[in-house]
């Protein structure tokens, strides 16, 4: 078989959301790993409560991303084979309605969306900030959640461009706006405390405190896990 030539410049809109999907979905793993051991170590009850909501929202966005990935690869394979709500015949070859319709791709890319949609809810409802608890909202592995929440965006993305393709402008505006709240969520969440000299006075480790915001609630938040 001759190996068909590929151009590097393009890439398929549903093969880019599926990567990006696959990598939200890893990447997951090692902040649920994280809340799973904090809830285990925390002896405050409200303070634990806190930490298994977050939790149980990560699974469910989890859950749904696992989901999203079997849709993108039905809408994928729906595609491919040219499978578009096709309809039975007559004899005379017309359209024969008392039977099913073929499943059609464009009704499996709705479907997508509102998935993705209701990921990047659960993700949003994880790190809602309570009054008692406010410093909880922070991502604990900071590094792995930057890269859930920018590919969620790319796949977003890939499927905004996929429905513009097909003129579904109406999907494309309901996926648009999440983009924004998971780049709000970032800079809410995944901001890193600078690394500090070793040996530091209590002068400077204050001066830090008062310059930095997220270093305060970094503290706030050992401290609490500490005292916990």
């Not at 990598?23 to 298994?52: D, M, P, S, W």
Request: net charge negative; hydrophobic share 40%.
């Amino acid at each position: 078989m001759t190996e068909q030539p590929t151009n590097p410049e393009h890439e398929d809109d549903l093969s880019t959301v599926m990567k990006a999907l696959l990598t939200a979905f890893e990447n997951l793993g090692a902040e649920h790993q994280a809340l799973t051991e904090e809830e285990k170590e925390t002896t405050a009850t409200e303070r634990r409560g806190t930490v298994r909501r977050m939790l149980q929202s990560i699974t469910d966005a989890g859950r749904i991303l696992a989901h999203s990935v079997d849709l993108v690869a039905t809408v994928y394979g729906l595609r491919e084979l040219g499978v578009d709500r096709q309809m039975a015949k007559g004899a005379d070859g017309s359209d024969y309605s008392p039977l099913l319709t073929v499943g059609g791709s464009e009704e499996k890319l709705y479907e997508t969306a509102a998935y993705l949609e209701a990921a990047a809810q659960r993700l949003v409802e994880a790190y809602k900030q309570t009054k008692k608890y406010p410093a909880l909202a922070k991502a604990r592995r900071p590094q792995e959640v930057r890269t859930v929440l920018s590919s969620l965006r790319g796949a977003l993305t890939g499927l905004c461009a996929e429905m513009a393709a097909r003129g579904l402008t109406e999907g494309r505006a309901e996926c648009e706006p999440w983009i924004a709240k998971l780049c709000e969520l970032e800079a809410q969440t995944c901001t890193a405390v600078p690394a500090q000299a070793s040996e530091l006075t209590a002068g400077e480790v204050t001066a830090a405190i008062l310059a930095n915001p997220a270093i305060a609630e970094a503290a706030a938040a050992a401290l609490e896990r500490t005292t916990a």
